[in-house]
């Protein structure tokens, strides 16, 4: 199983929404930035890299907001930890996506997210997470 952490960016009320290259997996399907855990490495320190490497900055990882296991029609199986993001430092850069876009929770339901992400994407739209 795939072991991926991801990072719900808050600014203003609003969350940080990334929009995959043509190039990826899954490829133009939104999603929550953040990556694989490598081995040996905890998950916090995980997203930490990954959103310095993506997004160019060096975020306070919050609270774990969710934990989701899912399984792709192809049989591919990922557990997803998702972390509240409310402080980083560092100018916002886009270093690997298509899009990048600032959404009120409310709106994330309009945005064509990776299957594994939808439910969580239901909930903070309705309001019951954050």
């Not at 490497?53 to 192809?74: F, K, M, S, V």
């Not at 557990?79 to 409310?86: M, T």
Request: hydrophobic share 40%; with cysteine.
């Amino acid at each position: 199983m795939k072991r991926v952490v991801a990072a719900l960016i808050m600014q203003d009320g609003k969350l940080l929404v990334c929009q995959r290259t043509r190039h990826q997996t899954m490829p133009l399907k939104w999603e929550f930035p953040g990556g694989k855990i490598e081995e040996g490495e905890q998950p916090r320190d995980a997203l930490r890299r990954e959103l310095d490497e993506e997004l160019g900055i060096e975020a306070t990882i919050g609270d774990e907001l969710a934990r989701i296991q899912h399984e792709y029609p192809n049989g591919g199986m990922v557990e997803l930890r998702f972390y509240v993001v409310r402080e980083f430092s560092g100018e916002l850069e886009n270093r690997i996506f298509k899009d990048i876009q600032w959404s009120e929770p409310k709106d994330l339901p309009r945005f064509d997210f990776l299957e594994a992400d939808l439910t969580l994407v239901k909930d903070l739209a309705a309001g019951k997470l954050l």
